[in-house]
T-cell receptor, first 114, second 117 residues
Framework: AQSVTQLGSHVSVSEGALVLLRCNYSSSVPPYLFWYVQYPNQGLQLLLKYTTGATLVKGINGFEAEFKKSETSFHLTKPSAHMSDAAEYFCAVSEVAGGFKTIFGAGTRLFVKA | EPEVTQTPSHQVTQMGQEVILRCVPISNHLYFYWYRQILGQKVEFLVSFYNNEISEKSEIFDDQFSVERPDGSNFTLKIRSTKLEDSAMYFC???????????????FGEGSRLTVL
């Protein structure tokens, strides 16, 4: 069964600083990996995804993530934080065998200080 | 751009009442899902639905819950007798297009907030 662990329920960075949100996964088969963002009182929006191919994937709003199979990680980064990046971020994993049932991590709330 | 739509956006109900949450998935998608997010907590999988039947359900999805695709466009979640602990945001999602290569990406609606008093 797949699972996702997000390290740090809260991360605080200064505007312009590097954003690093950590995610480790467990999956019995090659996984599909995702990062979703949730702004207050809104739904979930896909930031980026890894399915196959290049392990460094780029998403919207300047975010990127690297799939590292040896470390079972899929950390999310952004070189320079912006105030508008403040939100909840969810790492997620899905498996083809599960009908693409997606399992979410507990989420990391990103705070951006001026 | 096609999107998943959910109604109502917010529903307040008395404990023990039945609630139906409605969703219109993206039209060429094959899989449909309901997720739940209790305030401040993680997004939890409830159920997946494919080919007019449940393909998988979680422990949360007990006999109080049911899903239905009554026509070609709607996908509903029914809670038969609501409890206080059912208060949460319920998200509908769809995925796996008939015409496109499968990416595993889910498309989520904006959610329906259920408050049980």
């Amino acid at each position: 069964a797949q699972s996702v662990t997000q390290l740090g329920s809260h991360v605080s960075v200064s505007e312009g600083a590097l954003v690093l949100l950590r995610c480790n996964y467990s999956s019995s088969v090659p996984p599909y990996l995702f990062w979703y963002v949730q702004y207050p009182n809104q739904g979930l929006q896909l930031l980026l995804k890894y399915t196959t191919g290049a392990t460094l994937v780029k998403g919207i709003n300047g975010f990127e993530a690297e799939f590292k199979k040896s470390e079972t990680s899929f950390h999310l980064t952004k070189p320079s934080a912006h105030m508008s990046d403040a939100a909840e971020y969810f790492c997620a994993v899905s498996e083809v065998a599960g009908g693409f049932k997606t399992i979410f991590g507990a989420g990391t709330r990103l705070f951006v200080k001026a | 751009e096609p999107e998943v739509t959910q109604t109502p956006s917010h529903q307040v109900t008395q404990m023990g009442q039945e609630v139906i949450l409605r969703c219109v998935p993206i039209s060429n998608h094959l899989y449909f899902y309901w997720y739940r997010q209790i305030l401040g907590q993680k997004v939890e999988f409830l159920v997946s639905f494919y080919n007019n039947e449940i393909s998988e359900k979680s422990e949360i999805f007990d006999d109080q819950f049911s899903v239905e695709r009554p026509d070609g466009s709607n996908f509903t979640l029914k809670i038969r007798s609501t409890k206080l602990e059912d208060s949460a945001m319920y998200f509908c999602a769809s995925g796996t297009s008939r015409s496109n290569k499968n990416t595993g990406e889910l498309f989520f609606g904006e959610g329906s907030r259920l408050t049980v008093l």
